[in-house]
């Protein structure tokens, strides 16, 4: 796990989020009680897929500000996808973490 995290450190060092092009596929790690990275900043028609790289505990994506219904638990190596159409501002959480500061956000600009 450190060698995942340490790598994708690395990775967000080195390649800027914004830098993503329409239609790629964005990772999200979930290790402990963090989003990393904690906030993307991507183009309109960009995939967000979270993993859940923690081994002890479950997470989830919820979207407050939306009616999306209740997310799905993920355990260990799951993941979930959302595809962003539209510019904006997501603000996100894990409902069962969130008191312990585990948000993210996510910027879809047309730039």
């Known amino acids: 796990m450190r060698r995942q995290l340490l790598s994708g450190l690395l990775m967000a060092a080195l390649f800027?989020?914004?830098?993503f092009a329409e239609g790629d596929v964005v990772t999200v790690e979930m290790v402990d009680n963090e989003f990393?990275?904690?906030?993307?900043?991507?183009?309109?028609?960009?995939?967000?897929?979270w993993v859940n790289e923690a081994r002890r505990t479950f997470h989830d994506v919820y979207f407050p500000d939306e009616d999306m219904g209740s997310p799905p638990r993920m355990f260990?190596?799951?993941?979930?996808?959302?595809?962003?159409?539209?510019?904006?501002?997501?603000?996100?959480?894990?409902?069962?973490?969130?008191?312990?500061?585990?948000?993210g956000v996510v910027n879809v600009t047309d730039d």
């Open 16 to 19: 800027p989020l914004s830098a």
């Open 36 to 49: 990393i990275p904690e906030e993307l900043e991507i183009s309109p028609g960009t995939t967000v897929r």
């Open 76 to 103: 260990h190596e799951e993941t979930w996808e959302r595809t962003f159409d539209e510019p904006g501002t997501y603000h996100y959480i894990c409902r069962p973490h969130e008191d312990r500061g585990m948000v």
